[in-house]
């Protein structure tokens, strides 16, 4: 039985501690000392942590959550159990349960989030949208990822396709352009930031989350923006962790979470 440090040298390898964003927290957010070196009896694969999660993950005999999404993200100088970081945290240590998260070092990692919408949405061509530095054999690391779908396609069925793809109820949409889509961004989670860049490459749409008015606004007439949601974007992530801990442990107990749903409820 590998052991939880081993679990995660998996995860690390694949997506790098290096690789996230400078106001990230990707990495261990609850682990008790030495327990990365004992057996890990299985894993528990979520986007975000949550007590539920907890007592999910001790239902199942696993006693470690990876995540996508830091549970610790903002300073925390309490553990008082007035809020869910701290509810989760403190259920965890009293269960045992050590809590990982890879967060924009998997969304940066070459064949991370925005690669495996690339995938599903069958594109070719494909490149680091932004670039940051290049992985020795991996290819580039950085956010985002620009390329062209198999063939032209309608607007409304390239929104109809990415909802699909997303599992998405809705999509947030700039526009309708007149021409086909054929030419495309996509960056998972919020990539607002980066409609910009994606119209100043020649993108004739851009597929991400938590876009806000002022961007829908400033690059309408340039460039047809698709928010499908931050979960929807990248739910993917657990994927991506199963296949990478199933490659190296092919007997290894791994579980997706039966209990996550998306915090946002559509009415």
């Not at 620009?146 to 396609?153: A, D, K, Q, R, T």
């Not at 994927?239 to 749903?261: D, G, H, N, V």
Request: charged share 20%; proline share 5%; with cysteine.
């Amino acid at each position: 039985m590998p052991t939880i440090a081993q679990i995660i040298e998996a995860v690390e390898e694949f997506a790098h501690p290096d690789w996230q964003e400078s106001y990230d927290n990707t990495g261990w957010q609850v682990m008790l000392p030495g327990q990365g070196e004992t057996p890990c009896t299985g894993a528990l694969l979520c986007v975000d942590a949550n007590p539920g999660i907890i007592n999910e993950a001790v239902e199942k005999g696993c006693n470690l959550i990876i995540t996508h999404h830091p549970l610790l993200f903002r300073a925390t100088k309490q553990l008082t159990g007035q809020n869910r970081v701290d509810q989760t945290a403190i259920a965890a240590l009293r269960a045992g349960v050590a809590i990982y998260s890879s967060h924009t070092a998997l969304d940066s990692a070459p064949g991370g989030i925005s690669w495996i919408l690339a995938e599903k949405l069958g594109m070719k061509d494909t490149r680091t949208l932004d670039r940051n530095c290049e992985a020795e054999g991996r290819g580039e690391v950085g956010l985002g990822v620009i390329g062209h779908l198999p063939s032209p396609v309608d607007p409304l069925d390239f929104v109809k396709k990415v909802k699909e793809v997303c599992n998405a109820k809705v999509a947030r949409c700039s526009g309708i352009p007149a021409h086909k889509i054929e030419f495309v961004a996509l960056c998972g989670g919020a990539g607002g930031e980066y409609i910009a860049l994606a119209a100043r490459l020649g993108a004739d749409a851009i597929v991400t989350a938590d876009v806000k008015h002022n961007q829908f606004l400033d690059d309408a007439k340039s460039i047809m923006t698709v928010d499908v949601g931050h979960y929807e974007t990248e739910s993917c992530a657990k994927e991506i962790f199963y296949e990478l801990i199933r490659k190296k442990f092919p007997k290894f107990a791994l579980y997706y979470s039966e209990t996550e749903k998306n915090p946002i409820t559509y009415l």
